[in-house]
C-alpha cells in the first residue's frame, strides 16, 4: 500500500501545483483584462481566460481533489483527526474560489464585468492564506501552526494593503 499511497501523493502534489498556478494567474489575467480598453484585446483576454479555466485550471483542480479522496480511502484513519478537518475546510474554501473565477471568466466573456483591475489585483492573493494553511497542516498536522502561518500570510497582506493606501494618498494630495 505504501508504494500505491507515495504514487497518489505524488500526482496529487503536481495536480495541485498546477491548480494553483491557475488559481494564481487567472486573476492576474482579470487585473490586465480589466484594464483592457481595445477590442482585439479584450478578445484576446477572453481566449486565455477560458483556456487557462477550463483546460488548465478546472481539470487541475479535479484531479487533485480525485487524488486526494484516494488517499483518504488508503488512510480513512485521516478522516477522524482535527488537521485534517482544517484542511479539507481550506479546500473547501479554494473550490468556491475556483468556482468564482468561472464566474468572472463568464461575465468577462459576456462583457459584464464591473470591477477594477485594483480589486483583482486583490482578489489574485485570496488563495494565498488557504495555499500556506494547506501545505502547514499537511506537512505539521497542526491547526496552530496553520493558524500561525495564516495569520503571518494575513498581516502582510494588512501591511501591504495600508502601504499601498498611504502611497496612493500621498499621490493624491501631492
Not at 484594464?35 to 479555466?53: Q, S, W, Y
Not at 479546500?91 to 464566474?103: D, E, F, S
Request: glycine share 8%.
Amino acid at each position: 500500500m505504501h508504494d500505491a499511497y507515495s504514487w497518489f501523493l505524488s500526482l496529487h502534489l503536481i495536480f495541485m501545483v498546477t491548480w494553483f498556478a491557475g488559481l494564481f494567474y487567472l486573476p492576474r489575467l482579470f487585473v490586465y483584462h480589466a484594464m483592457t480598453e481595445d477590442a482585439p484585446g479584450n478578445e484576446r483576454f477572453k481566449v486565455m481566460e477560458r483556456k487557462l479555466f477550463y483546460g488548465i485550471m478546472t481539470p487541475g483542480g479535479v484531479i487533485t481533489v480525485i487524488f486526494g479522496g484516494i488517499m483518504l480511502a488508503l488512510v480513512p484513519v485521516h478522516l477522524e483527526q482535527p488537521w485534517m478537518h482544517f484542511k479539507l475546510t481550506l479546500i473547501a474554501a479554494l473550490i468556491a474560489y475556483h468556482l468564482w473565477c468561472g464566474k468572472l471568466v463568464a461575465d468577462f466573456a459576456a462583457d459584464r464585468n464591473t470591477r477594477g483591475h485594483y480589486w483583482y489585483r486583490w482578489f489574485n492573493e485570496l488563495p494565498v492564506p488557504a495555499l500556506v494553511g494547506i501545505v502547514i497542516l499537511a506537512v505539521n498536522r497542526s491547526i496552530t501552526d496553520a493558524l500561525i502561518g495564516i495569520g503571518v500570510i494575513v498581516l502582510l497582506f494588512a501591511v501591504s494593503a495600508a502601504v499601498a493606501w498611504n502611497r496612493a494618498r500621498r499621490r493624491a494630495s501631492g
